[in-house]
């Protein structure tokens, strides 16, 4: 049975402000321009593993009256099967981006905070083959439940501890099988349990860099994958992009260093263009990123 990735994952309407310079306590500022896209980690880590060619299922909730959403999400070919419609807003997020391509973003929950035990009873049923991955982020409520219920289930459990609350990481910590941060939620998560970042006990960790790159750790082995230097845009969502791309390479070949590539190649094209989901690229482009920067 090929293997499937359920994400649990949120998805927020992105109102993504270009400025100059970050506004600074007090300060008001006008903005460059303004645009509305589809975002949220999970979404995001979705569309990411789908480019990249995983089976995916998203679990998530939008409001019931939000057409937008649900035609954006459709449009990437993403199933809307488990697709709750919400008596809460969708969750949104407002996004600052300067020229440097660096970003500041406010989120708030909505839809995506209220999730419904129902739901996930509902994604979970039915036979669970053993490459079966069930994924989840922080920006959605119920993951203890979630985690546990999979792991019953026979799943593999990835958690992107992001954006990062210690309760929530710690909760979770001996209940996943792979663990995704960033450096900073690396060394917050590491502090909170007295140990070195790369010893954080979990199977799989994966820490990553943004332009010094990534390490894999996985029962003690680890592995290095630098960077591709590009010009940054926006770098909102080059995480999830990472993360989503090598789950889904990673799952489906079980090669760690072939799926390290392919999630920094598919984050360094996606910083290269405005937005978090419409800013990922399909497999062949990044297949091609891949080829020409080898025979440079
Ligand atoms: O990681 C980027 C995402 O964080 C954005 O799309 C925004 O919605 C927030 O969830």
Redesign the pocket.
């Known amino acids: 049975m090929s293997s499937r990735i359920i994400n649990f994952g949120?998805i927020?309407i992105?109102h993504v402000y270009n400025v100059t310079q970050m506004p600074i306590a007090g300060e008001t500022i006008s903005a460059k321009s303004y645009k509305k896209?589809l975002?949220?980690?999970g979404i995001?880590q979705s569309i990411a593993a789908f480019k990249a060619g995983a089976k995916l299922i998203h679990v998530g909730a939008i409001a019931e009256d939000d057409a937008w959403t649900y035609a954006e999400i459709e449009k990437f070919g993403i199933n809307c099967n488990h697709l709750d419609k919400s008596r809460h807003s969708t969750?949104?997020?407002i996004?600052f981006v300067d020229d440097t391509g660096e970003n500041e973003?406010v989120?708030f929950g909505g839809a995506n905070q209220n999730l419904e035990v129902s739901q996930i009873e509902k994604a979970l049923d039915g036979p669970t083959g053993n490459k079966d991955w069930v994924l989840i982020q922080t920006?959605t409520n119920l993951l203890t439940e979630i985690a546990v219920k999979a792991k019953i289930k026979g799943f593999k459990v990835a958690y992107a501890a992001?954006p990062f609350v210690e309760e929530i990481a710690l909760e979770l910590i001996d209940k996943i099988d792979f663990l995704a941060v960033n450096e900073g939620e690396a060394s917050q998560l590491a502090k909170a349990l007295n140990v070195d970042p790369d010893n954080i006990p979990v199977p799989g960790l994966l820490i990553t860099r943004g332009a010094k790159g990534a390490t894999l750790i996985e029962n003690g082995k680890k592995l290095q994958q630098s960077a591709f230097e590009v010009k940054a845009v926006d770098t909102?969502?080059a995480?999830?992009t990472f993360l989503g791309s090598f789950l889904s390479v990673y799952i489906e070949d079980g090669n760690a260093a072939m799926a390290l590539e392919y999630a920094a190649a598919a984050s360094a094209v996606q910083v290269t263009r405005a937005g978090?989901?419409v800013a990922i690229p399909d497999r062949q482009k990044v297949e091609a990123f891949l080829e020409l920067r080898k025979t440079k």
Request: proline share 0%.
């Open positions: 949120s927020n992105d896209f975002g949220g980690k995001n969750g949104h997020a996004i973003i989120i920006e992001a909102t969502g995480g999830d978090a989901a």
